[in-house]
């Protein structure tokens, strides 16, 4: 693998504009940020960030855009989300490396997120079709009553560094087709994946002709207070922290803009005594430490019937045992690096916790050292025992530590399952009907996302992604989450040569 050759082909220099209206780049006056590799620490390029200048640039230009590509037929919008589509299919090996070298998730991780990026590009090209608005029946004679979903205006991305780039792209391809402009806020930790994207829709933006100020980006947290006031700005898509959320949702409710949430989460596997445990292990280990525990989908909490808790841990512990952590582009390795040295940090504090807390750790956690692991970045993903109710456990830990604990019978498992202030994915190892559906039940998870004999990761772009409680009850990607990106507009119109009055009113003169 040729780095260098990668990042060429991706158009990152040393030094880039972290600013762009489209296919144009803009000079901008923010700090310069520089992107460092989880990998093996090098530096792969700096990004100057957007100035208060640059962003009323930005934020000007795309008012302007929007007025023209709102009147753009959406199944012609589609037309262009698909020539997206293909553009990612042509680079999804350079995109892929890049995700797995500036982020550190294994290189199939960064493959496979780059397919999800395809993938919604494929769903939104058939939903440019079928943004459908239902007729009603009028109360009233002669009269038509049916509603219509129109284009909002500057939908705004805010995205985090563990999908550095997919998650922009479930956005971005409904907001596009929905006939809404978009200025993306990409994590100031992954900036290059975002700027080898927004090279890669200049393609097709310029092949087509269009304006300035269709597809944005935009870098630096500076940027993201201002967007929170601007006005201008009539929904924010904000992936991240609780803590970020709940500062992004009052501040933009405030101006009663709308957002769409995407907070923590604090996924459980429930593994019943009538589970398939051999599959159950996969799923597990696959959702606590894939990308390092990184994903907001991640397993972190283990639910493990008493019957089966001894064998199930036995083997959970001899599979951790075979794990190869080390450089995420080496296909032989199933563990990469943590973002960066906070990460590191926050995970050695944790572990602090858990044993303040009477943890106890039936997988030791640490820090590697030595060859291949010079970045500083590289954890042990690490087993506890815990019981639910600790502090440590009811909070999300970005990091490969996995909780196990142990119930008594289905009510108790679920009750431990929803009892943490999260909402995002649930799951049930199961072979038992009764519980599986008792789980998916009013009675049962209180996710966004609840699996039977699934992990808790790993979701497709088909279904409605997002959860409730702190985890902030938005919904992006799949089913119907187009409308959280158009405004609804009710029609009555009267064909008769009356007026008559809704409820019954008389109102004569
Ligand atoms: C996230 O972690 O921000 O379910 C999104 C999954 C992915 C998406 C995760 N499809 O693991």
């Given at each position: 693998m040729h780095l260098k050759d990668i990042l060429t082909r991706l158009g990152i220099e040393a030094n880039n504009s972290g600013t762009s209206t489209g296919t144009k780049w803009l000079p901008a006056q923010g700090s310069v940020v520089t992107s460092y590799s989880p990998?093996?620490?090098?530096?792969i390029g700096t990004v100057q960030t957007t100035d208060e200048h640059a962003y009323e640039a930005v934020m000007q230009q795309a008012q302007q855009a929007f007025l023209q590509w709102r009147n753009v037929p959406a199944p012609k919008r589609g037309d262009i989300v698909r020539q997206f589509g293909d553009a990612l299919r042509e680079y999804k090996a350079d995109l892929g490396a890049l995700v797995s070298y500036e982020m550190g998730k294994s290189l199939q991780e960064g493959l496979g997120e780059v397919q999800e990026m395809i993938d919604i590009c494929d769903f939104a090209v058939g939903l440019s079709r079928q943004l459908y608005g239902l007729t009603m029946h009028s109360e009233r004679p002669n009269h038509r009553m049916y509603e219509q979903w129109h284009p909002m205006g500057i939908v705004s991305i805010i995205s985090a560094f563990n999908f550095p780039v997919a998650v922009w792209a479930w956005n971005t391809a409904l907001a596009l087709v929905c006939g809404n402009v978009c200025v993306w806020k990409p994590s100031s930790k992954t900036p290059l994946c975002a700027v080898a994207c927004q090279h890669i829709m200049a393609k097709v933006l310029k092949a087509n002709d269009l304006p300035e100020g269709i597809s944005s980006l935009i870098t630096g947290n500076p940027c993201g207070n201002l967007m929170n006031q601007d006005?201008?700005?009539?929904?924010i898509s904000f992936t991240g922290s609780t803590r970020v959320g709940r500062l992004v949702a009052a501040a933009v409710a405030g101006r009663f803009g709308k957002t769409i949430l995407e907070l923590g989460g604090n996924n459980a596997i429930i593994i019943s005594k009538d589970a398939d445990l051999e599959m159950s292990v996969i799923g597990a280990l696959f959702g606590a430490v894939g990308t390092a525990g990184q994903?907001?989908?991640?397993?972190?909490r283990l639910i493990i019937h008493k019957d089966v808790y001894n064998d199930f841990t036995a083997r959970l512990v001899k599979a951790y045992g075979q794990l190869k952590i080390g450089d995420?582009?080496?296909?032989?390795?199933h563990v990469g690096p943590v973002i960066d040295k906070d990460a590191v940090a926050t995970y050695l504090s944790c572990i602090e916790k858990i044993k303040q807390q009477s943890g106890r750790f039936l997988v030791e956690g640490g820090v590697l050292n030595g060859l291949g692991f010079e970045s500083g970045c590289y954890v042990k993903p690490c087993i506890a025992e815990v019981e639910n109710h600790y502090e440590i456990v009811q909070e999300e830990t970005f990091a490969p530590i996995l909780y196990v604990m142990k119930y008594s019978d289905i009510e108790e498992a679920i009750n431990m399952q929803n009892n943490v202030p999260q909402g995002l994915s649930s799951a049930i190892m199961t072979l038992n009907l009764r519980e599986a559906e008792q789980f998916l039940s009013?009675?049962?998870?209180?996710?966004?996302i609840a699996n039977v004999n699934?992990?808790?990761?790993?979701?497709?772009?088909g279904g409605a992604f997002g959860g409730e409680k702190e985890t902030g009850g938005g919904r992006e990607s799949g089913?119907?989450?187009?409308?959280?990106y158009m405004r609804r507009q009710t029609n009555t119109i009267n064909y008769s040569n009356t007026l008559p009055l809704a409820q019954g009113i008389k109102f004569d003169l």
């Open positions: 990998v093996n620490g090098a530096v006005k201008r700005i009539p929904l994903r907001c989908t991640s397993t972190r995420p582009l080496d296909e032989n390795n009013a009675n049962g998870s209180d996710c966004g699934i992990g808790t990761s790993g979701a497709e772009i089913s119907d989450a187009w409308k959280g």
